[in-house]
Structures are given as structure tokens and as C-alpha cells.
């Protein structure tokens, strides 16, 4: 499939998701937390999956399986939050960071989708889809990973800095 169809493909894809009724949420919970699909086999990711993916570099989480990462806007709260702890870097590094990956002939960034509505149903609809929600958009659509082997509630987490 050349790379404009996979393109309008995903587009379309993207446009239906966004028209999509909202997910029911629970509580106003703030916590982030990394979620994938049901049909994602994957319940525990480590840090350094989590970095290669949201890098833009193959992160397989089964044999031949990648993920499919999707990040929220830049200089939202949860955007933010995620890209300074995972990644390690501020809002004001992403911007050069990406660059000089594109100057170098590196993998570029995940999708970003328009906001962590949407993010979460992609994930919901795509299976190795994979992004980070505030605890209170969890559903029953989508799977809480544990990273490094904690769960999000337990001390330690990583994104519970």
C-alpha cells in the first residue's frame, strides 16, 4: 500500500474516531496512566519500551507486533508530564529534539491526535495502539499497563512523579 493511501486510510480512520461519542469516565482522577487496547496482549511495559516507542523507534510488545504510540497535543498537562518523565525531556527541548532527528535521517515522532479524547479512541479502537490517560478517562475499553512491573495506584510508578 503506498504511503498515500496509508495516509488518507488513517485519516479516515482518525476523522470516524473523533466523531465517536465520548468514553464514560470515572471520577476527576488527574494520575497518568499508560493504556492500551483489549486486544493488545500486553499488560506490563518497561520504561525503555515505553522511551523506544514514544521515540519513534520500533517497540515490539510480541513477536512481529509493534506499537502504535499516540501522544496529546504539545503543552498539555499530560503531554508535558509524559514527555519529562519518559522521554526526559522539557517543552521547550521537544521542538529541537525532533528536529535534529529529521536532520540526522531518524525515525520521526508518534502521531500526535488533537487531543487525549481522541488518543484514548484510537487506542480503544486499535489494536497495539498505546498512550497515557488521566485516571479518570480509564474505561472498560482499554487496559491499565503496569510499567516496570507497578501498577498505577501502587508507590512507585513511574508516572506518579
Given at each position: ?69 499516540v501522544n496529546h497535543p504539545l503543552n ?31 525515525s520521526g515522532p508518534p502521531r500526535t ?32 499497563l503496569t510499567i516496570d512491573g507497578v ?11
Amino acid at each position: 500500500m503506498s504511503h498515500l493511501l496509508r495516509w488518507v486510510a488513517a485519516s479516515t480512520f482518525i476523522a470516524a474516531i473523533a466523531a465517536a461519542p465520548e468514553p464514560s469516565v470515572r471520577a476527576d482522577d488527574q494520575r497518568l496512566i499508560v493504556v492500551v487496547s483489549h486486544a493488545t496482549p500486553l499488560t506490563d511495559a518497561s520504561t525503555a519500551l515505553l522511551r523506544r516507542a514514544f521515540l519513534g523507534e520500533v517497540a515490539e510488545y510480541a513477536s512481529g507486533k509493534r506499537l502504535i504510540p499516540v501522544n496529546h497535543p504539545l503543552n498539555t498537562p499530560g503531554r508535558v508530564q509524559f514527555d519529562r518523565i519518559v522521554l526526559g525531556l522539557q517543552p521547550d527541548e521537544i521542538g529541537r529534539f525532533w528536529v535534529d532527528r529529521r536532520i540526522r535521517d531518524q525515525s520521526g515522532p508518534p502521531r500526535t491526535l488533537p487531543s487525549a479524547e481522541i488518543a484514548l479512541r484510537f487506542v480503544m479502537a486499535m489494536p497495539g495502539g498505546i498512550t497515557y490517560v488521566t485516571a479518570d478517562q480509564l474505561n472498560d475499553k482499554v487496559r491499565a499497563l503496569t510499567i516496570d512491573g507497578v501498577a498505577s495506584g501502587a508507590p512507585g510508578y513511574l508516572l506518579a512523579r
